[in-house]
């Protein structure tokens, strides 16, 4: 079992730059496939982001891809989304997840909740207009 917690929301305006943090405890990180996902108020929790467990591979949500990067240090247990040109509607609450990798597979990244296994309890993004 690994546990999640996510730091470094805040407010920011339009146009700015955060970086969240995930900081892996538990298990060794280095087999998870992790993402990101958020919630807006009233709205659906959506897929932003997802690194496979070596971090060779990413894949972005369209309405992120260019302005966003994932990315993971597994000498410290932590995974990063580095958020930038942010626009109002990328306000929401900000979750990171963890996949358990038992054995070499094709799909290496992951978009959808369900395949996740682990969640983190939420960083909170706002950005003023």
């Known amino acids: 079992q690994v546990q999640l917690v996510e730091s470094g929301g805040g407010l920011v305006q339009a146009g700015g730059s955060l970086r969240l943090s995930c900081a892996a405890s538990?298990?060794?990180?280095?087999?998870?496939?992790m993402g990101w996902f958020r919630q807006a108020p009233g709205k659906e929790r959506e897929f932003v982001a997802a690194?496979?467990?070596?971090?060779?591979?990413?894949y972005y949500a369209d309405s992120v891809k260019g302005r966003f990067t994932i990315s993971r240090d597994d000498d410290k247990n932590t995974l990063y989304l580095q958020m930038n040109s942010l626009k109002f509607e990328d306000t929401a609450v900000y979750y990171c997840a963890a996949r358990t990798v038992k054995a070499p597979t094709i799909k290496v990244v992951y978009t959808t909740q369900s395949e996740y296994d682990y969640w983190g309890q939420g960083t909170q993004v706002t950005v003023s207009s």
């Open positions: 690194i496979s467990w070596s971090g060779a591979t990413t």
């Open positions: 538990g298990r060794t990180f280095s087999n998870y496939a």
